[in-house]
């Protein structure tokens, strides 16, 4: 499996951004789709962003298109999502997390896709 350690999280006031960091390290990170996931409190794990093998495709949840930016760079196995325009509602625990099958070409929205997570790192918007 790989370990990943996440970075980055803290408080924000509304409108403002966080850059939030992956770091990877195991099995051969560049071969795994990654994806950030949040969970808010009392609610279910969701998916917020998600990027391919190579980096050539990136996938965003709605509530977070154009806000949102996910990047990987395969040479210092790191991933990271760039957040803008944060909202109250972005409040949550952000995890980060490897694909369980190597080389897939899209990237599964769905937690059970994935069996390398983070401890996460948490995020909170002030309104």
Not at 21 to 29: E, I, K, P, V
Request: with cysteine; aromatic share 12%.
């Amino acid at each position: 499996q790989v370990q990943l350690v996440e970075s980055g999280g803290g408080l924000v006031q509304a409108g403002g951004s966080l850059r939030l960091s992956c770091a990877a390290s195991g099995r051969t990170f560049n071969l795994n789709s990654m994806s950030w996931f949040r969970q808010a409190a009392g609610k279910e794990r969701e998916f917020v962003a998600g990027i391919n093998w190579s980096g050539s495709s990136s996938y965003y949840a709605d509530s977070v298109k154009g806000r949102f930016t996910i990047s990987r760079d395969n040479t210092k196995n790191t991933v990271a999502l760039h957040m803008n325009t944060l909202k109250p509602e972005d409040t949550a625990v952000y995890y980060c997390a490897a694909d369980r099958i190597l080389f897939r070409p899209g990237v599964p929205q769905e937690a059970y896709e994935y069996d390398s997570w983070g401890q996460g790192t948490q995020v909170t918007v002030s309104s």
